[in-house]
């Protein structure tokens, strides 16, 4: 038993001794195999361990990296001004006060009447505010109006570039393919006024049958993205046929009368203005050339538009004593100091436009943007109402005096206002905006909206609540507060009604096809025209 016993030992613990494998050279190889091949197994996860450990190192140090970057842009960023913050909220509830009024009085209809607290059809019954107030309404974050309003009116492109709802998109196209009959002219110069039932487009009897300079020449934006958005090119053929035409025979000068003749494309002997009805024509050459991200395709629009800029220079003067600078409107070879406060959307422009120039003419232009805004502010603070009159006349030696004494609410100071602060920085253009919405809070508002005045001397309020107010003058004073990163200018152009469109290039197009609902009746209207439009 016992030799048995250490027989067996012996047998277990054979292959612990070397004496076997030294006698078994295939099993001292099998050996060494194992042995490398472990040490391997050992030094490969040691080595992925040790890579790993560094990867992590690296990436724990880039994080920290970050974290300090963070830190640092944290640091640098300056706080929004709580002054800011208290007058966007302020403009904001004046906002919800009138969104409000109409949505309880006027509700579908164009405009309301605050003092008669009933809606009117001014525009043939399209529901105007609804769709004017659309973009502010999101802009301000008035998500609840805007859902309700959108339930009832799918209406314009900005709508759709800013909320991405294709709904507004088809509304546009719908309307867009009943505008277009307005522009079957020899010249492709659109009339005027259409009837989007029946079509029949011709021009009102009060032009002697002559088409609009500003309601010719401020469709462009609009129709140009719709083509991007639809992928359908012959909106913008339509509206590009226009500017063609008319630089056929643009004068040296690049100032336009305000009555252009839809047959042979010239201009009728007629006044000179970037006031009522010509105003909006100039702002277009820019912005089209701004909304085609500023390529060389679209240099006749600057082109034309900074002619037109060196024949606005020959329209300046200086009043006296406080050498205020003015527009003056021409009529042949003669020069009235007379400037509509529909000009003073020019600064802006201007002060938009001074970018495209080289740097001692952006310096000129823009100083004279400055000029011109200081006054159209004036407009303003000279009156008791500390409202501006529709327009001003400049006579030797007392400055300025009100002509046509009413206000209506418009908004082109304050659109200027927006473009200087936005391009130059200096809050004295927040300040100066601030002062008018104190102005328009004084005098215009009432317990059902806001109204505009019959005389800014004396105070007499009338009874409208036009649409523009809510779409332009409430929306220019909410960004005039905002931060630049809302609506940045890089991004975005504004339509002469203050509706952002986003800037596409040329060949970018979002396709989007359906029908839309119909309304009956438009007549091509711009705000800048002056006149309240009808059927």
Not at 46 to 55: C, F, I, K, S, Y
Not at 194 to 212: D, F, K, M, R
Not at 249 to 265: E, H, K, V, W
Request: hydrophobic share 35%; with cysteine.
């Amino acid at each position: 038993m016992a030799r048995t016993r250490s027989s067996s030992s012996s047998t277990r613990f054979r292959y612990c001794n070397p004496s076997y494998y030294l006698k078994r050279p295939k099993r001292l190889a099998l050996l060494l195999i194992v042995f490398v091949s472990a040490t391997f197994f050992v030094w490969d996860r040691q080595t992925l361990v040790r890579e790993h450990e560094v990867e992590v190192s690296k990436l724990t140090d880039e994080l920290r990296r970050l974290q300090d970057m963070l830190e640092e842009l944290k640091s640098k960023a300056v706080p929004e001004d709580p002054i800011e913050i208290q007058r966007r909220e302020k403009v904001k509830e004046a906002m919800v006060h009138a969104w409000s009024s109409y949505e309880k009085y006027a509700w579908g209809n164009d405009e309301l009447q605050p003092q008669s607290k009933i809606g009117v059809d001014s525009f043939g019954g399209l529901g105007a505010t609804l769709i004017d107030a659309l973009d502010t309404l999101y802009i301000m974050g008035l998500d609840e109006q805007f859902q309700k309003a959108r339930e009832v009116v799918g209406g314009l492109l900005s709508a759709h570039d800013l909320s991405g709802d294709k709904v507004f998109l088809e509304k546009a196209r719908d309307i867009g393919d009943r505008l277009l009959p307005a522009w079957d002219t020899p010249t492709g110069i659109p009339y005027n006024v259409i009837n989007l039932a029946h079509g029949n487009p011709h021009n009102p009897g009060w032009t002697g049958g002559q088409s609009i300079l500003a309601d010719s020449g401020t469709e462009q934006l609009e129709f140009i993205a719709l083509s991007q958005r639809t992928g359908d090119p012959k909106y913008q053929e339509k509206v590009e046929k226009v500017i063609v035409a008319l630089n056929r025979t643009f004068p040296a000068d690049g100032l336009l009368p305000i009555y252009i003749n839809p047959d042979s494309g010239t201009g009728s002997y007629s006044t000179i203005t970037f006031g009522a009805m010509g105003d909006s024509f100039y702002e277009y050459l820019l912005k089209a050339w701004i909304q085609g991200n500023k390529t060389s395709s679209l240099k006749l629009y600057r082109d034309m538009w900074e002619t037109s800029m060196k024949g606005l220079q020959n329209l300046i003067r200086r009043s006296t004593p406080s050498s205020f600078s003015y527009i003056c409107e021409k009529n042949g070879d003669s020069l009235t100091d007379k400037m509509d406060e529909l000009a003073c959307f020019a600064p802006g422009m201007l002060a938009l436009g001074s970018s495209g120039y080289g740097p001692d003419e952006a310096k000129k232009i823009l100083s004279l943007a400055e000029e011109l805004a200081w006054t159209c502010y004036n407009f303003y603070q000279s009156t008791p109402t500390k409202l501006a009159g529709e327009n001003y006349f400049f006579n030797p030696g007392q400055d300025m005096s009100v002509g046509t004494s009413w206000n209506i609410l418009r908004p082109e100071t304050v659109e200027s206002l927006f473009y200087l602060w936005r391009l130059t920085g200096n809050k004295t253009y927040q300040e100066w905006g601030w002062n008018i919405f104190q102005a328009f809070e004084k005098n215009s508002r009432i317990e059902s909206g806001y109204v505009g005045l019959k005389d800014v001397n004396t105070g007499i309020k009338d009874n409208m609540m036009q649409s523009f107010f809510l779409a332009e003058t409430l929306k220019y004073l909410y960004l005039l507060f905002s931060p630049p990163t809302v609506i940045p200018l890089n991004e975005w152009v504004f339509n002469t009604e203050a509706h952002p469109l986003r800037i596409i290039n040329r060949n970018d197009a979002n396709v989007a096809s359906s029908e839309g609902q119909h309304k009956p009746v438009i007549k091509i209207r711009s705000r800048k025209t002056g006149r309240l439009g009808g059927k």
